[in-house]
């Protein structure tokens, strides 16, 4: 579980000195004189963005390079989701989480690169298999927003992965009511048969029991391409995950049987 070390009125600070940064950057004289003149409805004072700065700079998604603050690529992520969503985001980057204590070669075993031995290969084929699937799923989100004529909600459509990997999903996709679909995507080299095999965190597991917008999308690698097998809520992943007795699981390598997946992606209307 992950305990953060700011509050959500700091947080929101941070959060207002994101929309302020100009995308080229500004000098420090001029962020300054911003933070001076901001129209944040009273909630912020100067000092307030002064410290949301520098929550920033600790966060990666703001550096001081020869008096210029400049934005990285991430913080546009940051800016365009929702703020409640965002909030979030920047609470995962601030927060300190313990390392993960599963195996590391048996968490990679049925990757194609680990039959050679070479499990630095098999982790770097992992993530890079993990970014098609992601890639495809966000693609497939704002597509059918643009489709359904909201070309707004296909931009604040992002792959929040990008920017932290311990929110417990991957793509935060807009819908037309309700408060959006968080979506973890997770991506098998190979077409699956009767199963289709997947490591699942605890923390990824806990937040879709908690959120009812949560959903596991699962997509394959083919010939051809990324292709999107189904979905599912986290509770039908109950029946295949281990069962807490001296210990208490922190990872699983799931068998989900295709059967109880949905087709396509959760409906964005």
Excluded at 19 to 32: M, P, V
Excluded at 58 to 72: F, I, M, Q, T, Y
Excluded at 170 to 183: C, E, K, S, V, Y
Aim: charged letters at 25%.
């Amino acid at each position: 579980m992950q305990t953060s070390r700011y509050s959500r009125f700091q947080i929101e600070s941070a959060l207002a000195v994101a929309r302020l940064i100009d995308r080229a950057g500004n000098d420090t004289e001029t962020a300054r004189l911003t933070y001076a003149h901001a129209t944040t409805d009273g909630k912020q004072s100067k000092q307030n963005l002064a410290s949301g700065q520098d929550l920033l700079i600790e966060a990666g998604l703001l550096s001081e390079v020869d008096g210029r603050v400049l934005p990285n690529d991430d913080l546009s992520i940051l800016c365009k989701i929702p703020p409640q969503e965002a909030v979030a985001l920047l609470d995962c980057l601030l927060s300190t989480y313990p390392e993960p204590d599963n195996d590391e070669r048996n968490s990679f075993a049925f990757l194609p690169h680990a039959a050679s031995g070479d499990w630095r290969t098999a982790d770097v084929y992992r993530e890079e298999l993990g970014a098609l699937g992601e890639e495809h799923v966000l693609n497939a989100c704002r597509a059918e927003l643009e489709e359904l004529g909201r070309p707004d909600l296909s931009e604040q459509t992002q792959r929040v992965s990008l920017v932290s990997d311990s929110l417990g999903y991957d793509i935060f996709a807009p819908n037309l009511q309700g408060p959006g679909r968080r979506l973890e995507v997770k991506t098998q080299g190979g077409r699956p048969r009767e199963a289709f095999r997947f490591f699942l965190s605890r923390n990824e597991y806990e937040v879709g029991r908690r959120d009812g917008n949560w959903a596991i999308v699962c997509c394959e690698l083919a010939v051809e391409g990324v292709r999107i097998v189904g979905w599912c809520r986290a509770l039908a992943l109950t029946p295949y995950l281990p069962v807490d007795r001296n210990g208490r699981w922190t990872e699983s390598l799931v068998h989900l049987p295709v059967t109880v997946l949905h087709a396509g992606l959760p409906d964005g209307v």
